[in-house]
Nanobody, 122 residues
Framework: QVQLVESGGGLVQTGGSLRLSCAAS????????MGWYRQAPGKQRELVAT????????DYADSVKGRFTISRDNAKFTVYLQMNSLKPEDTGVYYC???????????????WGQGTQVTVSS
C-alpha cells in the first residue's frame, strides 16, 4: 500500500503564503505523477497542479497559474505546493495525489492523502 501524508495547511490572510508538503511511503516500486487537488465546500474536487517524476513537467489550473508552484524531491518521494498571493477562493481541503505501482506487474493506481485544510480569510 502507498500512504500519503500531507502537512502545511492552515489559516492565512488574503495575500499571504503557505507551503504544503506531501510524502509518500509504504510498499511501492514507482511513483510517477504527483499532484494536488482541492475541494471547496459544496463543490467538486478539482485539480490544482501536477508534476511528473521524470521530466518534471508541470500542469496548473488556470486559477492558480502565476501564484502557485509545484515541485518535488524524487529521492524523498515528496511533493510540495508553494502557494503565494492567496485568495479567499483558494479556501478548501487540499489533497495530495500520487500515481504509482506496487510491483513491476501491478497496474498503476491513484493514491490519495487524507487532506489538509487551507483557509484564506478576507
Amino acid at each position: 500500500q502507498v500512504q500519503l501524508v500531507e502537512s502545511g495547511g492552515g489559516l492565512v490572510q488574503t495575500g499571504g503564503s503557505l507551503r504544503l508538503s506531501c510524502a509518500a511511503s509504504g510498499s511501492f516500486i514507482e511513483i510517477t505523477v504527483m499532484g494536488w487537488y482541492r475541494q471547496a465546500p459544496g463543490k467538486q474536487r478539482e485539480l490544482v497542479a501536477t508534476i511528473s517524476s521524470s521530466t518534471r513537467s508541470t500542469d496548473y489550473a488556470d486559477s492558480v497559474k502565476g501564484r502557485f508552484t509545484i515541485s518535488r524531491d524524487n529521492a524523498k518521494f515528496t511533493v510540495y505546493l508553494q502557494m503565494n498571493s492567496l485568495k479567499p477562493e483558494d479556501t478548501g481541503v487540499y489533497y495530495c495525489n500520487a500515481v504509482g505501482r506496487r510491483t513491476y506487474v501491478s497496474n498503476y493506481s491513484h493514491y490519495w492523502g487524507q487532506g489538509t485544510q487551507v483557509t484564506v480569510s478576507s
